[in-house]
């Protein structure tokens, strides 16, 4: 454990973020949970984070285990935090950027906060499981958390993640936290360390992710060419934004979902649904402060669908799980 493969693909992973710093860990929950830790240590009682209500819910548990108070806002139409439905008056600490099925934040219109956050001195994380490879890997703000599970762009063969970060505090937090807080015992931990046949593995992985992602750009461009001669299917990739995307997803808005998505299944094409809710209508985050109707969050939850893309698809397999797209929503 913690051994020259983990510090090998630890150093890969920080270049290639241009950061100081990438610290592995057991999982992107894991590493959001250390994010959301360390800064609840450096803040008053109860600090107050904003974060999109249409995220994995991972996003607002680990904010919630470190006693943040969560404030949920909506999304714009492809599911990325709207800096304009920020309460007005109320103070927080820090806000929380998720680049949804893999868009990039850095060209998203909430940049426009940029400068207030920075006056302000809130503390900006990127939860990055999905996007962290799209706009050539540029971290913005404080912190990111990125994972590296089964479903995800470069994946481990069981559970990964890491925080890349500048701050050195903040490294040093993450190593101690992942290892029961040695050496120095200064911090309280867990055990969250990637195992180095892992980390060797990823190493491999490392020397493809390239020549991957420019696949699941081709398989992306392609359909979205496709479906944008279909006015009833709308592709959440944004032609302004394609170039910069990390297609960990590709994910089409339409009506009658679940109809299609069965029909599609009978063909035996798998699809997803990310997510079939948005957190603040799941009971147990209701607590916590927002509206009871988020709508474009709410909207999103009820008609986004995720069709299979991976790169080892064939371009007859391309071609053919289009084609009963666009038949199953005529």
Same mark, same amino acid.
């Given at each position: 454990?913690?051994?020259?493969?983990?510090? #090998?693909?630890?150093?890969?992973?920080?270049?290639?973020?241009?950061?100081?710093?990438?610290? %592995?860990?057991?999982?992107?929950?894991?590493? +959001?949970?250390?994010?959301?830790?360390?800064?609840?240590?450096?803040?008053?009682?109860?600090?107050?984070?904003?974060?999109?209500?249409?995220?994995?819910?991972? %996003?607002? !548990?680990?904010?919630?285990?470190?006693?943040?108070?969560?404030?949920?806002?909506?999304?714009?139409?492809?599911?990325?935090?709207?800096? %304009?439905?920020?309460?007005?008056?109320?103070?927080?600490?820090?806000?929380?950027?998720?680049?949804?099925?893999?868009?990039?934040? %850095?060209?998203?219109?909430?940049?426009?906060?940029?400068?207030?956050?920075?006056?302000?001195?809130?503390?900006?994380?990127?939860?990055?499981?999905?996007?962290?490879?799209?706009?050539?890997?540029?971290?913005?703000?404080?912190?990111?958390?990125?994972?590296?599970?089964?479903?995800? !762009?470069?994946?481990?063969?069981?559970?990964?993640?890491?925080?890349?970060?500048?701050?050195?505090?903040?490294?040093?937090?993450?190593?101690?936290?992942?290892?029961?807080?040695?050496?120095?015992?200064?911090?309280?931990?867990?055990?969250?360390?990637?195992?180095?046949?892992?980390?060797?593995?990823?190493?491999?992985?490392?020397?493809?992710?390239?020549?991957?992602?420019?696949?699941?750009?081709?398989?992306?461009?392609?359909?979205? #060419?496709?479906?944008?001669?279909?006015?009833?299917?709308?592709?959440?990739?944004?032609?302004?934004?394609?170039?910069?995307?990390?297609?960990?997803?590709?994910?089409?808005?339409?009506?009658?979902?679940?109809?299609?998505?069965?029909? +599609?299944?009978?063909?035996?094409?798998?699809?997803?649904?990310?997510?079939?809710?948005?957190?603040?209508?799941?009971?147990?985050?209701?607590?916590?402060?927002?509206?009871?109707? +988020?709508?474009?969050?709410?909207?999103?939850?009820?008609?986004?669908?995720?069709?299979?893309?991976?790169? #080892? +698809?064939?371009?007859?397999?391309?071609?053919?799980?289009?084609?009963?797209?666009?038949?199953?929503?005529?």
């Amino acid at each position: 454990m913690n051994g020259n493969n983990t510090a #090998e693909f630890e150093h890969w992973l920080a270049k290639k973020n241009r950061s100081k710093y990438a610290v %592995t860990c057991h999982s992107g929950t894991h590493a +959001l949970e250390i994010i959301a830790e360390y800064w609840a240590s450096q803040l008053t009682l109860h600090p107050k984070v904003f974060m999109p209500s249409f995220t994995y819910v991972a %996003t607002a !548990n680990a904010f919630i285990r470190a006693g943040w108070d969560i404030h949920f806002i909506d999304t714009d139409a492809y599911g990325i935090i709207d800096d %304009t439905k920020f309460p007005q008056g109320v103070d927080y600490d820090a806000v929380v950027l998720v680049g949804l099925y893999g868009k990039s934040i %850095t060209h998203s219109a909430h940049v426009r906060s940029w400068n207030h956050w920075v006056a302000t001195n809130t503390i900006v994380i990127e939860d990055a499981a999905q996007h962290w490879l799209a706009n050539s890997c540029q971290r913005i703000g404080d912190a990111a958390a990125i994972s590296f599970d089964p479903m995800k !762009n470069l994946a481990c063969y069981g559970n990964g993640g890491a925080v890349v970060t500048d701050n050195s505090d903040l490294a040093e937090f993450a190593r101690a936290w992942r290892d029961n807080g040695k050496p120095t015992h200064n911090y309280a931990g867990t055990n969250s360390r990637m195992s180095e046949i892992d980390c060797a593995t990823m190493l491999i992985k490392t020397q493809h992710i390239d020549r991957w992602q420019a696949r699941r750009a081709q398989i992306s461009d392609f359909w979205r #060419e496709r479906f944008a001669k279909n006015s009833k299917i709308r592709c959440l990739i944004d032609e302004n934004n394609a170039h910069n995307h990390a297609h960990h997803k590709f994910v089409i808005d339409i009506d009658n979902r679940n109809a299609v998505k069965q029909k +599609l299944a009978d063909l035996k094409i798998e699809t997803r649904v990310h997510y079939e809710r948005p957190i603040h209508e799941i009971d147990v985050y209701r607590q916590w402060p927002g509206p009871d109707m +988020l709508a474009v969050s709410s909207s999103l939850a009820r008609r986004v669908l995720s069709l299979p893309l991976y790169p #080892e +698809l064939t371009d007859l397999e391309v071609e053919y799980i289009s084609d009963q797209v666009l038949s199953c929503v005529a």
